[in-house]
């Protein structure tokens, strides 16, 4: 935020009276940013008695609360208290692909997390061009006019998937040193304080990978909770972070996973109770330097478990979160998430949402307004529907870039064989490019309607 703009107001109760009447009533109101608070109220003969150290030790004392406590979205009992004291309840959706591509959002099937599309990108048109079209798609996916509309269909919160490697110099969406998670960060939190959104910072790609699927970039296994080294870098970045945004209002708070452990392994169980203490190990590096955001904790099992967790009071400012894809929009459907809620006495979330129906979407979010969980639909752009702002695929995408994505490609001699021209290839993500651009998206009005975010 910068420095903070602090003014003294005087007020007297009588208007008509001079302020040199000392019998006046006055009230002192300090001013800081936009808000006003009210200090004292006191007789203006004896304003003017007051020693001028006592004033500023007062009105220091006052703006030290405001900077600490008064500027942040914090946790109360379920609930989350806005600066202003009113209660916030998260309506809003994810900026999903943009830092973490997903296969399924440019239309592909076995080529469906991050690694695999840059290969698949290096393989048709060379690391440089694959490089070229990593910036091309950074600049032009999310942009300041994509969060103003999002803003403009009532939404209050985004949820910004990152990955981690955006805060390394690895190879990572055609960099591999000098990375910009900091900048396209910066960005959005811009972008969302001129449009006043909350942001939540969610690392869905971390070191090792912690699902073990293709959602995490990873290679088939959460092995951040079998590495050390990963697990050391993980905190590190979210100190650095926590560091960079620590006096940031904008930012909701951090969410330190996505997904974690997927159920798929037969030493689930032993991974699960790995969770808990590394997300401690976590909270404890983020609050060496920011004591002031909230801390999002999500389930194992597609954010859907919770029954490893066993203590919530090691943080007074933390919430958990889950999500749900199917199955009925009924409160029994999700009555772990409810009673873990009743438990714990915390926030419950439902960071993701989505792929529904428009019926199925609009009883959900009916239901999850009277249960008091707030939501972010998952995602907000991606070709083709379901999601508040599609866009079209270019003509022959599928014939030439999504059919060598499914060719027989572990030789050379296969990748050789199924290549497709080069040039077609450049034109078809030139085209793919403008397509995403939010000038040429095309807004899914009903789907828009079925997550209620205006009253």
């Known amino acids: 935020m910068g420095m903070l703009r602090v003014f003294l107001l005087i007020n007297f109760a009588n208007r008509n009276e001079s302020y040199y009447n000392y019998k006046s009533s006055v009230t002192l109101y300090l001013c800081v940013e936009t808000k006003v608070y009210s200090v004292l109220k006191i007789k203006y003969k004896d304003m003017l008695k007051l020693k001028i150290r006592l004033v500023t030790c007062m009105l220091l004392m006052v703006v030290l609360g405001v900077q600490a406590g008064g500027r942040f979205v914090h946790v109360k009992g379920m609930d989350l208290i806005q600066p202003n004291g009113e209660k916030l309840y998260i309506q809003g959706t994810n900026l999903g692909n943009w830092l973490n591509p997903e296969g399924y959002m440019f239309g592909f ?13 290096k393989e048709m048109v060379g690391p440089d061009e694959a490089a070229a079209f990593w910036k091309q798609f950074k600049d032009n996916y999310i942009t300041c006019k994509d969060i103003a509309f999002i803003r403009e269909q009532g939404a209050n919160t985004i949820r910004l998937p990152f990955h981690y490697k955006l805060f390394t110099d690895e190879d990572y969406m055609g960099l591999t040193s ?34 073990g699927d293709n ?21 590190d970045i979210w100190q650095r972070i926590a560091a960079r945004y620590k006096d940031e209002p904008v930012i909701l708070g951090y969410e330190l996973m996505n997904e974690p452990i997927a159920p798929h392994f037969e030493n689930k169980e032993a991974l699960n109770n790995k969770l808990e203490p590394l997300y401690k190990r976590a909270v404890n590096a983020i609050r060496q330097v920011d004591k002031n955001h909230v801390i999002l904790l999500g389930g194992a099992r597609w954010n ?47 960071g993701e949402i989505g792929h529904n129906t428009i019926e199925w979407q609009t009883r959900f979010v009916k239901l999850m307004k009277q249960l008091n969980i707030g939501y972010t639909f998952w995602p907000y752009k991606k070709v083709d529907g379901s999601c508040m702002m599609g866009f ?7 014939s030439v870039v999504v059919k060598y994505s499914e060719a027989p490609r572990k030789t050379f001699k296969e990748m050789r064989e199924a290549h497709p021209r080069q040039e077609t290839v450049r034109q078809l993500l030139s085209q793919f490019i403008e397509n995403c651009r939010f000038d040429n998206c095309h807004p899914q009005r009903d789907y828009i309607k079925s997550l209620r975010l205006k009253p």
């Open 215 to 235: 959602i995490d970039d990873s290679y088939g296994y959460p092995w951040l909770f079998d590495s050390e080294a990963s697990q050391q870098l993980f905190c």
């Open 178 to 211: 000098h990375q910009d998670g900091f900048c396209r960060v910066d960005s959005v939190v811009k972008w969302c304080r001129e449009n006043h959104l909350y942001l939540i910072l969610d690392m869905h790609d971390c070191p090792g990978g912690q699902t």
């Open 109 to 121: 099937k076995s080529v469906n997390s991050a690694w695999m599309i840059d290969l698949l990108l």
């Open 304 to 350: 859907s478990d919770f029954y490893m967790f066993t203590d919530w009071t090691f943080d007074d400012n933390i919430m958990y979160t889950c999500h749900r894809y199917g199955n009925e929009p009924t409160a029994e459907a999700i009555k772990d998430y409810l009673e873990f809620r009743e438990k714990t006495g915390l926030p419950m979330y439902m």
């Open 392 to 398: 079209s695929k270019p003509e022959h995408w599928d």
